[in-house]
């Protein structure tokens, strides 16, 4: 038979396993895909409801490979407007969420850097430094913007953590 003692001690240490376990935060490449989840609900939507028909956004992607960023996105119809913005999530300085106006579907959250540390190219072999990424959002879910916000967030600590282990 176990004592009162042994029956306290397991379940102190059960309760402490389940509660850590619960508060794990998201990993980089959760967080990749959380932001990329969310950029895939503006696919292929226009940003205004009378907006012209060839501006909607389209060949959204945002991934990661090893330690930049690549956001692809257009908001022309076909390929033209291609439009890719490399960046460092552990150069983020902070994120600001435009609201939206009415009418507008799609609002934008501004990923701000400290200098022109985003690399943007398009198809036409342009190329252009930047000090922010506009981040695309579906305000229809206005809740969205601060989860993404959070996103980016916490995405900038974890790539400042893995450049600074200790």
Wanted: proline share 4%; hydrophobic share 35%.
């Amino acid at each position: 038979m176990l004592n009162r003692t042994t029956f306290l001690t397991i379940g102190i240490l059960f309760l402490t396993f389940s509660v850590s376990g619960q508060d794990a935060m998201p990993t980089k490449e959760e967080t990749v895909n959380y932001l990329n989840r969310r950029l895939q609900e503006v696919d292929g939507r226009r940003p205004e409801v009378d907006s012209i028909p060839d501006h909607k956004f389209t060949n959204l992607s945002f991934t990661m490979k090893s330690d930049v960023v690549i956001f692809t996105f257009s908001w022309l119809a076909g390929s033209d407007g291609l439009r890719t913005n490399t960046f460092n999530p552990a150069h983020i300085e902070d994120v600001s969420i435009r609201k939206p106006s009415k009418g507008e579907i799609i609002s934008s959250i501004y990923v701000n850097f400290k200098g022109k540390l985003v690399k943007q190219t398009c198809k036409r072999q342009c190329e252009e430094s930047m000090d922010f990424v506009r981040f695309p959002y579906l305000s229809a879910t206005p809740e969205a913007a601060e989860k993404i916000k959070k996103a980016f967030l916490h995405l900038r600590d974890l790539a400042k953590a893995e450049d600074d282990l200790f």
